[in-house]
């Protein structure tokens, strides 16, 4: 308001009120309208989605940690009750067969031979992992598709500089 309008307390203009909605649909939308239009309902629905997944996959990680938690603690558990197992062995070896020494020194060998044994297996299965290459070559592919001139190293034979191996494929 100017100061001449406060001076009679009446605003100079007044704000119209529309007759008709102004977010109704136009009764004969153009193309480019209904294009707009269609963009902007499916960009909303795609938020919609990725916000209904987010609080879903959310949702389930808090499960799977409260469930993983309880795993966790199973094992702790487990973990502590084997020292009890071994000496139930010792103790049975010892009445049976053995002196209480000779007992505890067989139940120690063989836990150390099942700890190579388990050790080697695990070795085993961590160096043959190679990670995703089917997954870096996917990529490699959409880079060198979606990037202008992309290709032109590998169509002018241009060699790169060979990077060390790395059986990972990293």
């Known amino acids: 308001m100017t100061n001449?309008?406060?001076?009679?307390?009446v605003p100079s203009t007044v704000t119209s009120i529309p007759l008709?909605?102004?977010?109704?649909?136009k009764p004969d939308p153009s193309i480019g309208d209904l294009v707009k239009d269609a963009t902007t309902q499916v960009s909303t629905l795609v938020r919609a989605e990725v916000e209904?997944?987010?609080?879903?996959?959310?949702r389930d990680v808090k499960k799977g940690l409260t469930g993983s938690v309880y795993f966790i603690l199973a094992l702790v558990v487990l973990f502590y009750s084997t020292f009890f197992f071994f000496a139930?062995?010792?103790a049975l070896l010892d009445y049976l067969w053995f002196q209480t020494w000779a007992a505890i020194l067989i139940v120690f060998g063989v836990m150390?031979?099942?700890t190579i044994l388990l050790a080697?297996?695990?070795?085993?299965?961590?160096?043959r992992i190679r990670?995703?290459?089917k997954t870096i070559a996917s990529v490699k592919e959409a880079r060198v598709?979606?990037?202008?001139?992309?290709?032109?190293?590998?169509?002018?034979?241009?060699?790169?500089?060979?990077?060390?191996?790395?059986?990972?494929?990293?």
């Open 112 to 114: 150390v031979v099942v």
């Open 52 to 58: 209904l997944a987010r609080a879903e996959i959310t």
């Open 145 to 170: 598709a979606l990037v202008p001139g992309g290709n032109k190293a590998a169509s002018n034979g241009e060699a790169r500089a060979a990077a060390p191996a790395d059986p990972s494929g990293w």
């Open 88 to 90: 139930f062995i010792a």
């Open 20 to 25: 008709v909605d102004p977010h109704a649909p």
């Open 4 to 9: 001449g309008d406060r001076k009679s307390g």
């Open 120 to 127: 080697l297996l695990g070795f085993l299965k961590v160096r």
């Open 131 to 133: 990670g995703p290459q």
